[in-house]
């Protein structure tokens, strides 16, 4: 006990259960497959990108189960401005390959359900969800495992910022839940009172009373004096340019 807290102590920035923190991140398989990243030009570059997603840092609570239990595991090894790379094991992340969840088909069902059985199709069934793979005459093959059970994973860590104030706690936050960048976040606290700023386009994100809702139980968790909070969305409309005393005189010359 006291050589770990000793240990704890000669660390510059450490990163604890709770804390709430910026990271920057790219997972891969042994193989160096891209998994995921918050990095645009990696997932561009990579075949990887999507239209929908949020690529930049991004917020993570530390130990809320969230995320594969090795990631978690290297942040709390790691110091604020850190970068790392880290190999997690499959009993650290998503587990080993469970041979009693690849179970076998007969053809026939797929065929009446109007599906064409094929390797690599997603297929959902009795509410789970499995790829096909494998496809004979007779017997269709599922897997329901996750897809990256069974696979060491290779993470590259980046802990960038780490939220100290309740300003900066409710930015991760809702920057977190509404999948957006932290910048667009606005944030003032007062005596207790919370107002969040969002862009308009915020208004887009499905479900944002849902989330609203939810933002509500976790600033209050992390922020336990709050008393108020108010999100706002402000819309802002260009002023039109003040014309000069010689432009109008010349507009009204030429209409007489």
């Known amino acids: 006990m006291l050589d770990g807290t000793l240990e704890q102590e000669g660390r510059e920035m450490p990163v604890n259960d709770g804390d709430i923190i910026l990271v920057s991140y790219t997972i891969r398989d ?5 998994i995921e990243t918050t990095n645009e030009e990696i997932a561009r570059k990579e075949g990887k990108y999507s239209e929908d997603e949020y690529y930049g ?13 090795g990631f978690y595991k ?15 094991p499959p009993e650290e992340a998503y587990g080993p390959k469970d041979p009693s969840k690849i179970k076998k088909y007969p053809v026939r069902k797929f065929l009446k359900a109007g599906v064409r059985p094929e390797p690599g199709k997603i297929v959902e069934i009795n509410n789970e969800i499995g790829v096909i793979t494998r496809v004979t005459d007779r017997i269709v093959e599922v897997d329901f495992n996750h897809p990256l059970a069974g696979k060491t994973l290779v993470y590259e860590i980046e802990i960038l910022d780490k939220a100290d104030t309740a300003e900066k706690k409710v930015k991760f936050l809702v920057s977190r839940r509404l999948g957006i960048n932290p910048e667009d976040v606005e944030v003032e606290v007062n005596n207790g009172e919370i107002t969040v700023g969002l862009k308009p386009s915020a208004l887009n994100i499905k479900d944002i009373p849902l989330y609203i809702k939810i933002l509500g139980a976790e600033i209050k968790k992390y922020i336990p004096d709050t008393s108020k ?21 010349g507009q009204e010359e030429a209409s007489q």
Do not use: H, Q
């Not at 942040?75 to 190999?87: A, F, P, Q, S």
């Open 229 to 249: 909070l108010t999100f706002k969305v402000t819309i802002e409309y260009e002023t039109p340019e003040k014309k000069s005393g010689e432009e109008e005189a």
């Open 30 to 34: 042994k193989e160096g497959n891209l």
């Open 57 to 69: 840092p991004k917020p993570i609570v530390v130990e809320e189960n969230l995320l594969v239990k």
């Open 74 to 88: 290297a942040l709390r090894e790691m110091d604020v401005g850190e970068k790392r790379t880290v190999e997690i």
